[in-house]
């Protein structure tokens, strides 16, 4: 699996190095590739359009941002590869899907890290979030900002999720990463990790019960097809981040560096009234298509079941400054 991985970013470098910048195109205009794994309905999306929409207004048309979607580049790991080798030269995934790539992003995907919206806020608009990009600076790309991904629930084809006793024997799917796999198990469910854009097909084929993720999921991705039952477990807030090659980076003048920066903010600040306004669409259209959304969950027992994951973080002399810093945070609220 991990070898046919390499071969494919391998492959793909190759394929993206062949093809230079168009010759219509001046050579004082850098263009650059943006690829990720949502479709064209989805709000990040949207938002990773208006931040290159931003980079090109604010250099006067010299940085320019082509847009892959819908994982045509590969999966979120692929897309991470070929951001490190330079291949493309900024991507959008999730939190989770980086901590292999420097255990601090871990980090994010713990559950029940953030006690709301504000405190979740607040740590991703700080020095501990910056502290977390730039640990990867070494190993080829580092984060430049966050994108809002809301909260994450467990959905189920057709059995609410209240009590852990729910997810005895039930196959989630949940992202390719340890701590997601741990955290499922802890909860009760039997996870089976796959990348995003194979969830649907297995939800319709019946090769997992259910699986966690926001909303939009259910209509940008037309899980509520087929998943009829989303229960707020509210088990994670997992940031999305914006990525950037650090080869390319440095090719930059200081002045680019701050537009791209700047780009990347107000998009992420963008990105947020956007999102609010999509939870909202997708609950609605969802309802539509029959689904159910039950509040009814006893989240209590689901947080004391996830305690030891807390307590090796905050056992670990690494991770343990961090994760203060973070409840330190929430106490000051
Ligand atoms: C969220 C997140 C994506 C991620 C997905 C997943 O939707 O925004 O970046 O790919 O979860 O579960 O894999």
Same mark, same amino acid.
């Given at each position: 699996?991990?070898?046919? #991985? ?50 090109? !207004? ?67 608009? #700080? ?32 059995? %609410? ?50 699986? !966690? ?25 997992? %940031?999305?981040?914006?990525?950037? #090659?650090?080869?390319?980076?440095? #090719? ?21 009234e956007l999102w609010a306004e999509e939870i909202q669409r997708s609950v609605e259209a969802a309802e539509e298509l029959g689904v159910t959304f039950h509040e009814d969950v006893n989240k209590e027992a689901f947080r004391d079941l996830v305690e030891p994951m807390h307590e090796a973080v905050r056992s670990n002399e690494m991770m343990a400054p961090y994760y203060e810093r973070i409840r330190?945070?929430?106490?000051? !609220?």
């Amino acid at each position: 699996m991990r070898r046919l #991985s390499i071969g494919f970013v391998s492959a793909l470098t190759c394929f993206l190095a062949a093809c230079s910048t168009p010759a219509a195109l001046s050579s004082d205009v850098t263009v650059m590739r943006l690829p990720h794994n949502m479709n064209e309905s989805h709000p990040i999306h949207q938002s990773l359009v208006h931040f290159a929409e931003l980079a090109e !207004e604010k250099s006067g048309g010299t940085l320019r941002f082509d847009i892959f979607p819908n994982g045509q580049l590969g999966s979120e790991r692929e897309a991470i590869e070929l951001t490190q080798t330079g291949a493309v030269d900024a991507t959008k995934v999730s939190a989770t899907a980086l901590e292999s790539f420097s255990p601090f992003y871990a980090l994010f995907s713990i559950p029940y890290l953030f006690a709301d919206q504000d405190h979740y806020y607040e740590v991703m608009e #700080s020095a501990i979030a910056t502290d977390i990009y730039d640990s990867t600076s070494d190993s080829g790309f580092f984060g430049l900002t966050y994108y809002d991904a809301g909260t994450r629930n467990m959905y189920t084809i057709d059995q %609410p999720v209240r009590e852990p006793e729910d997810l005895a024997g039930l196959k989630i799917r949940v992202q390719p990463s340890e701590t997601a796999i741990q955290m499922t198990r802890l909860m009760g469910g039997a996870p089976t990790p796959m990348a995003f854009g194979e969830v649907y097909t297995a939800l319709q084929q019946g090769v997992i019960d259910g699986t !966690e993720n926001n909303e939009t999921a259910l209509i940008a991705n037309n899980h509520g097809e087929v998943a009829k039952d989303y229960s707020y477990t509210e088990h994670a807030i997992v %940031p999305d981040l914006l990525i950037f #090659s650090k080869l390319r980076w440095d #090719s930059f003048s200081e002045e680019e560096r701050a537009i791209i920066r700047e780009a990347a903010n107000e998009s992420s600040q963008f990105h947020k009234e956007l999102w609010a306004e999509e939870i909202q669409r997708s609950v609605e259209a969802a309802e539509e298509l029959g689904v159910t959304f039950h509040e009814d969950v006893n989240k209590e027992a689901f947080r004391d079941l996830v305690e030891p994951m807390h307590e090796a973080v905050r056992s670990n002399e690494m991770m343990a400054p961090y994760y203060e810093r973070i409840r330190e945070m929430e106490k000051e !609220e």
